[in-house]
């Protein structure tokens, strides 16, 4: 399949790109290290705890035998992505990944580097279409067998007039039960206020708006679904194979929960 070459705004930040350069990548413009460097302190090892708990999440998922991954909000790929982490313990795992951002498409051939045995693919959708993210995830996924929906780092980037409650039922009602819902989002209440107040500002100040959350309202987005042990904690502290390891200052929630 022959594609087209994406045109990318240089002139406008956004937040996969602004997570790339907070990670250290060099995918990314100077409007973009304008935000990530006017960010609170921190706010790097926010990215990589972030991250770390994304492999933790789908590792999980992946030896409890999910050999299918819908990633949205995929970002620019950092070694190792999701299906490196999943294809090492099952290689017959197939990924769908979705951004809405033309530079990961540019990148969509590292993401396609699938071993032989399985399969990736990589979907330029928006989030708040969850439809047709869905439709074009059925091209490669068979949705009668359980999948594993990660949002890994997206939901604080729609605020509540972009409605991410609903997106997220959609998205999980498309799915048969069995399937498992992997999130993480800021969390307004264990953020001291300047640090929610600064990150806010500065993500705004670049276009970017930004939506932190309470663990109650973080919780909502689990309704009818049976949250995973540890449940909602702070990202360093979801871990399901050993004793967590506290990492301070991390004001991100996490949590996996199984569709029943």
């Known amino acids: 399949m022959t594609r087209v070459k994406p045109q990318v705004d240089t002139s406008t930040s956004h937040p996969a790109r602004v997570y790339d350069c907070l990670l250290g990548g060099k995918d990314n413009y100077p409007v973009d290290q304008a935000v990530a460097d006017a960010l609170p302190r921190g706010s790097a090892e926010h990215a990589r705890q972030n991250r770390a708990f994304m492999h933790r999440a789908v590792g999980w998922l992946a030896h409890e035998g999910i ?64 439809e047709a993210v869905v439709g074009h995830a059925r091209g490669l996924l068979d949705l009668t067998r359980p999948v594993g929906l990660s949002l890994i780092g997206l939901l604080h980037f729609l605020p509540d007039e972009d409605d991410p409650y609903t997106i997220v039922r959609t998205l999980v009602g498309a799915l048969p039960a069995g399937s498992y819902l992997v999130l993480s989002q800021a969390a307004s209440d264990i953020a001291p206020p300047e640090f929610a107040r600064k990150g806010a500002e500065e993500y705004e100040k670049g276009g970017i708006p930004i939506q932190g959350r309470t663990g109650e309202e973080f919780r909502r987005f689990f309704d009818g679904l049976d949250l995973v042990d540890p449940g909602i904690v702070p990202v360093p502290e979801w871990t399901r194979d050993a004793p967590a390891h506290p990492v301070a200052d991390i004001y991100l929630y996490g949590a996996v929960a199984r569709v029943p």
């Open 67 to 130: 050999d299918q991954f819908l990633d949205i909000g995929t970002g620019i790929p950092t070694e190792p992505n999701l299906h490196q982490i999943v294809q090492d313990i099952t290689p017959r795992a197939r990924v769908v990944y979705t951004d809405n951002d033309p530079i990961v498409l540019r990148h969509a051939e590292a993401l396609l580097i699938s071993r032989p045995e399985g399969a990736t693919d990589y979907v330029e959708a928006d989030v708040r279409d969850p």
